[in-house]
C-alpha cells in the first residue's frame, strides 16, 4: 500500500531534485522557482472558496481543515466559506466536542446538573406524582427520560485493529456497544477484515461482500484497463499496468516496441504482488529480464506499472496520499470523501531511479509499514511535521505558495469517482451472490483507503484501492533496544476517529425513525415544544460538523455515461440464473443471445457457442482468485469482453465506447419488449371471444389489447426498438 506507479513515456533520467522543489508553473510569492518552505510559514490567512470540478462547473467542493498549524483543529472550527450542505443533518454551531479523542463523558457544568437533578426531585407522593404527570404529558419528554430510549446497538467483537478508535467513536455518539457480541440482533456490526459472517440477517454491516477481492492489485488494473478502453482520456490517472505470468510477453514486446521508437526513454517498472500488502515483496526494475522469474511467480501472481519518477517533494521528501472514501451505499450508489487525510513520507531524500538506488525502499516506497523501521522516522504530535502528517497540512503548505488547491481537490474527487464507478459492477455481482434478493440479510457500507501520489503538475494519480485501511491510531516506539511500547498518534486519532464517528452518523438507523416519530407525535400544547430547564442536549448536539461530503450522486450528472459496464453487469446478474452464483453458464449464455435477438444469418447459435468456449476457457485458465474459480463458467469480466466482441461485430464503424452503448440500448430496449409481452399474456388481460360478445362487444381477430398506461409502456418500447432497429440496420 502507498506504493506508487507509473512515469510518463519519454521522461528520461534527469538530476535529483533539489530541496522540496514545487510543481512547475506554480506561482509562488516572490520566491522564484524555490522549494516548499517549511511547516509552518506562510501559512496565515488561508481562506479557501468553494472548489469547482474543472471543466463542469461544481462548485463549492473544498474540504475543510486547510488552515495553518497554528489554528485549532478543522473539528472544532466553523465549516469555510462555500462549503457544500450537507446531505445527512448536521447542527452548525453547536458546542464543540468535549473530548474528540478522550472518553467522550459529558461536560462538568452538565454532570453537576444531572447530580442536581437527582438530589432535587420534590418531596413525598407530591414530587411522586409530578414526576407520574411529567410521564403521562404527551410530547414532554425530559433529557434524562429521552436518553433512557433505546440506543443504537453495535457489535464489536470483531472490529479487531479499529477497535480503540471504533470505542472513542461510540462513546461521543454515546451508542451501546457489545465487545463480546449479542445473542439478539444488532443494529451495526464492525467487522475489521471482511464480510464472512453467514448469520446476520438484520443491521447494517461495515463491509461489503467482495470488497477485498474487487480492489486486489489485478483485478483493478483490469477494471482500470476495461473503463481506459472505453474512455481513454478520463481513466489516464491509473498506470498503465501488465499482469504477470500471463502477460509477460506482451510487457516485453511493448516495452521493446517503446525503446525501439524512442531511443531516449530509459522508464523504471516497479513490481507489486497481486495479494501483497504493507510493501511486502514489491521491488524496482529498469528492465523487462530483471523480473525475478521464481516459482512464487506461478503462485503468486503480481502486476508491474510504470514508476513515477517526477513526483511532487516536500522538504526533498517523497510522499503519497491516504484519502478516507466512504462507500454508503452500492445501489443507489452513494459516495462520500473525508476533507482531511494522511501524508505518509519516506524518510530518505528522493533521487531519481537508478540502478545503485533501485533498492532503497526508504528513498522509494511510502508505506507506513517500511519507514517506521528507518532511522530516520519521525514520530511527530504535530500536524505539519514528521513522516506522517496531515494532508490539510500539505494543502495549506500548497496554497500559501500560489498553487491551485481547488483544481487539485477537483481532481482528486474526480478520481474518487470514477474509481468507485469502475469496481461497481464486480460489487453488484459478488452481493447479489452473498445477499440473494428477497432473501433476508443485512445492508452493507465501507470505508476504503484511497492511496492517491501527486505529480510535480499536482495531477493526482491512483496508486491502489486498500478495502481494509488501517485505523490504528497508536504506533509503536522503541523504549529499549527490542522493547516496544503502543502510544498514541494524535495525527491518526484526529483524522481516523472522525471519519469512523461520522460513518456512523451518517448510516444511523435510528435517524429516519426519529423523524418519523417526530413527525407523528400530536400537537403541542402551547408552550411544550419549549425544552425543560433541565433537559441534558442531545449527543449530536455535542458534536462537529460531519468531516465526510457527499460526492455522489450530488454531482452524478457528470459521471453517469462513464456507468456502462454498469449496466453490462446488470445483463449479466439478470441471466445467471441460479442464485448465489457468479458464473454464467451456456445455457444462459445462449438465452442473452436469444432473449436480445443477437444472432443471425452471420452469427448463429453455433459461433455464440465457441465464442462462450473460447472465451471462458481462456479466463478460468488464468487462476483468478475467484469465489468460485474452481466451477466452469463464466466469470463477469468474461462476460463484458464477449459483450464487447458482440458489439465491434455489430457496429463497426463507431467508436467502443458508442458500439458498446449501441448494444446496450438495443438489448434493454428488446428485453423490456419482452417482458412487457409476458406481463400482457401472463397478466390475465386477453379475454376469451364469448366474454366479448357477452359484453356487446364486435369481437376482433385476437385477443383483447391491453388499455391505460400500459398500451403506453408498450407504444413507448416499440418505438424505441423501431428506432433501434433502424440504427441497428444502417451499423451492420
Request: charged share 25%; with cysteine.
Amino acid at each position: 500500500m502507498g506504493t506508487e506507479g507509473i512515469g510518463q513515456a519519454g521522461m528520461g533520467a534527469e538530476a535529483a531534485e533539489p530541496a522540496g522543489l514545487e510543481p512547475a508553473g506554480l506561482r509562488t510569492a516572490g520566491t522564484g522557482t524555490e522549494g516548499i518552505e517549511s511547516a509552518g510559514k506562510g501559512t496565515e490567512g488561508i481562506e479557501l472558496a468553494g472548489l469547482e470540478l474543472a471543466g463542469l462547473g461544481i462548485a463549492e467542493m473544498e474540504p475543510a481543515g486547510l488552515e495553518p498549524a497554528e489554528m485549532e483543529p478543522a473539528r472544532e472550527a466553523e465549516e469555510p466559506p462555500g462549503s457544500p450542505a450537507l446531505p445527512a443533518e448536521a447542527p452548525q454551531g453547536g458546542p464543540p466536542a468535549a473530548a474528540l479523542s478522550g472518553e467522550g463523558a459529558l461536560p462538568g457544568r452538565e454532570r453537576e446538573r444531572e447530580r442536581g437533578q437527582r438530589g432535587a426531585g420534590a418531596p413525598g407522593s407530591a414530587g411522586r406524582a409530578a414526576r407520574g404527570r411529567a410521564r403521562r404529558a404527551p410530547g414532554r419528554r425530559s433529557g434524562t427520560e429521552s436518553a433512557r430510549r433505546p440506543g443504537v446497538t453495535v457489535d464489536s467483537s470483531k472490529a479487531k485493529t479499529s477497535l480503540e478508535a471504533l470505542k472513542i467513536s461510540l462513546r461521543q455518539l454515546r451508542w451501546k456497544e457489545f465487545p463480546f457480541g449479542r445473542r439478539l440482533p444488532c443494529d451495526i456490526y464492525w467487522h475489521g477484515v471482511s464480510f464472512h459472517d453467514s448469520n446476520i440477517f438484520s443491521g447494517q454491516v461495515n463491509k461489503f461482500p467482495g470488497m477485498t477481492e474487487t480492489v486486489r492489485k489485478i483485478t483493478l488494473s483490469r477494471a482500470m484497463r476495461t473503463m481506459r478502453d472505453l474512455f481513454p482520456l478520463e481513466y489516464n490517472f491509473y498506470p498503465r499496468s501488465w499482469i504477470l505470468p500471463e502477460e509477460l510477453p506482451l510487457f516485453v514486446a511493448e516495452v521493446r516496441t517503446m525503446k525501439d521508437s524512442n531511443p531516449s526513454w530509459k522508464p523504471t517498472f516497479i513490481v507489486k504482488p497481486d495479494g501483497g500488502c504493507q510493501g511486502d515483496g514489491i521491488y524496482l526494475i529498469k528492465d523487462p529480464s530483471d523480473i525475478r522469474l521464481t516459482g512464487s511467480i506461478q503462485s503468486r501472481p503480481a502486476v508491474v506499472q510504470e514508476y513515477i519518477c517526477k513526483p511532487l517533494l516536500v522538504d526533498k521528501l517523497k510522499f503519497d496520499i491516504r484519502l478516507y472514501v466512504l462507500l454508503k451505499s452500492l445501489e443507489p450508489l452513494e459516495i462520500y470523501i473525508a476533507k482531511d487525510g494522511l501524508s505518509r513520507f519516506c524518510t530518505e531524500p528522493y533521487q531519481e531511479p537508478t540502478l545503485k538506488n533501485l533498492h532503497q525502499v526508504f528513498m522509494h516506497l511510502t508505506n507506513y509499514s517500511l519507514n517506521i523501521h528507518s532511522g530516520n522516522f519521525i514520530h511527530s504530535a504535530s500536524a505539519n511535521t514528521g513522516s506522517k502528517r496531515t494532508f490539510s497540512s500539505i494543502l495549506c503548505r500548497l496554497s500559501s505558495r500560489g498553487a491551485d488547491v481547488k483544481k487539485l481537490w477537483s481532481d482528486i474527487i474526480s478520481l474518487v469517482i470514477k474509481t468507485i464507478i469502475a469496481l461497481t459492477p464486480e460489487l453488484k455481482v459478488y452481493y447479489q451472490s452473498d445477499i440473494p434478493a428477497g432473501k433476508p440479510g443485512p445492508t452493507c457500507f465501507q470505508i476504503l483507503g484511497f492511496d492517491i501520489l501527486l505529480m510535480k503538475d499536482l495531477k493526482p494519480v491512483l496508486l491502489e484501492v486498500n478495502a481494509n485501511p488501517s485505523m490504528r491510531i497508536e504506533h509503536e516506539q522503541e523504549l529499549s533496544p527490542g522493547v516496544f511500547e503502543n502510544v498514541p498518534s494524535p495525527v491518526d486519532e484526529k483524522v481516523k476517529v472522525a471519519v469512523i464517528r461520522d460513518t456512523l452518523r451518517l448510516v444511523d438507523p435510528q435517524k429516519k425513525k426519529r423523524k418519523d416519530t417526530q413527525c407523528q407525535s400530536p400537537e403541542q400544547a402551547p408552550g411544550a415544544s419549549e425544552e425543560p430547564p433541565d433537559a441534558a442536549p442531545s449527543p449530536e448536539a455535542a458534536l462537529p460538523s460531519l468531516c465526510l461530503k457527499q460526492v455522489f450522486p450530488k454531482y452524478a450528472r457528470h459521471f453517469s455515461y462513464l456507468r456502462l459496464v454498469d449496466r453490462v453487469a446488470a445483463l449479466f446478474i439478470r441471466f445467471l440464473g441460479v442464485k448465489g452464483t457468479t458464473k454464467l453458464g451456456p445455457t444462459g449464455f445462449r438465452t442473452f443471445i436469444r432473449n436480445c435477438k443477437l444472432s443471425n444469418s452471420n452469427f448463429s447459435m453455433a459461433a455464440v457457442d465457441i465464442l462462450y468456449i473460447d472465451i471462458t476457457r481462456r479466463w478460468n485458465s488464468m487462476g483468478i482468485d475467484h469465489k468460485e474459480s474452481g466451477s466452469p463458467g463464466m466469470c463477469l469480466q468474461a462476460f463484458v469482453e464477449a459483450f464487447f466482441c458482440l458489439a465491434q461485430k455489430k457496429y463497426k464503424a463507431l467508436p467502443l465506447h458508442k458500439q458498446v452503448l449501441s448494444l446496450l440500448e438495443l438489448c434493454e430496449c428488446r428485453l423490456a419488449a419482452l417482458h412487457g409481452k409476458r406481463l400482457v399474456w401472463g397478466c390475465g388481460l386477453a379475454q376469451p371471444r364469448g366474454a366479448l360478445r357477452a359484453a356487446g362487444t364486435a369481437p376482433g381477430p385476437g385477443p383483447a389489447r391491453p388499455h391505460g398506461p400500459q398500451v403506453l409502456r408498450l407504444q413507448k418500447s416499440s418505438h424505441q426498438l423501431r428506432a433501434l432497429m433502424c440504427r441497428d440496420r444502417t451499423g451492420s
